[in-house]
């Protein structure tokens, strides 16, 4: 069974720069959702998708955005980046036979704003 | 225990003694309880879950613990290892939405 996947693990950016993150949900989950988890934070709810489509969204502004595949894996993307946006992004999988709602989490993409 | 803050909760056992770590709860709609436990530099990691129609389930050397009345939740673990050294999470989920609410986390630390 594989598990959650994401990338890229480590990256720069600049203020003002784009950035697209990726993730690949475990096997036969078909819902993906992703965190952002600050230093020393709990991770915080952007929003999840659930058959391609937005399916529920915390309170982060429209500049953070998502795709999800029909192979269920998952994009994040964010545009004209501030330097409040560093932090750890956690992508989790859920959903599917045998699974009751935990979410299970990749090791994360952490973006570094400059 | 957990809660919002600047300062992360810490927790120092010996290795071979039991562990609880709590957390305090904020929506009394929530229906369901997930313990996670995050190492340095890697994603947080199921270790054991709860629904609200239970008070306590047992993992192996884990055991989760809720008292909805005031709202807390708790997560045993015994026989602490070096190996459970890490951040512990607890996270809720109301029965309205699809979100997870993340506390701040304890920091646990096992000494050898």
């Known amino acids: 069974e594989t598990g959650v996947t994401q990338s890229p693990t480590h990256l720069i950016k600049t203020r003002g720069q784009q950035v697209t993150l990726r993730c690949s949900s475990q096997s036969g989950h078909n819902t993906v959702s992703w965190y952002q988890q600050a230093l020393g934070q709990g991770p915080q709810f952007i929003f999840q998708y659930y058959r391609e489509e937005e399916n529920g969204r915390g309170n982060f502004p429209p500049r953070f955005s998502g795709l999800q595949f029909p192979n269920y894996s998952s994009e994040l993307n964010v545009n004209a980046l501030e330097l409040d946006d560093s932090a750890l992004y956690l992508c989790a999988s859920s959903g599917g036979t045998g699974n009751t709602g935990e979410l299970f989490f990749g090791e994360g993409s952490r973006l570094t704003v400059l | 225990g957990e809660s919002v803050g600047l300062h992360l909760p810490t927790l120092s056992v010996q290795e071979g003694d039991n562990s609880i770590i709590n957390c305090a709860y904020s929506?009394?709609?929530?229906?369901?309880f997930i313990w996670y436990k995050q190492e340095s530099g890697k994603g947080p990691q199921f270790i054991i879950d709860i629904r609200s129609n239970m008070d306590k389930r047992q993992g192996q050397r884990v055991t989760v613990l809720l008292n909805k009345t005031v709202k807390h939740l708790s997560l045993q673990i015994a026989a602490t290892q070096p190996g459970d050294s890490a951040v512990y999470f607890c996270?809720?989920?109301?029965?309205?939405?699809?979100?997870?609410?993340f506390g701040t986390g304890t920091s646990l630390t096992v000494i050898p």
């Open positions: 929506n009394s709609a929530s229906d369901y």
């Open positions: 996270a809720e989920n109301p029965n309205t939405g699809n979100q997870f609410y």
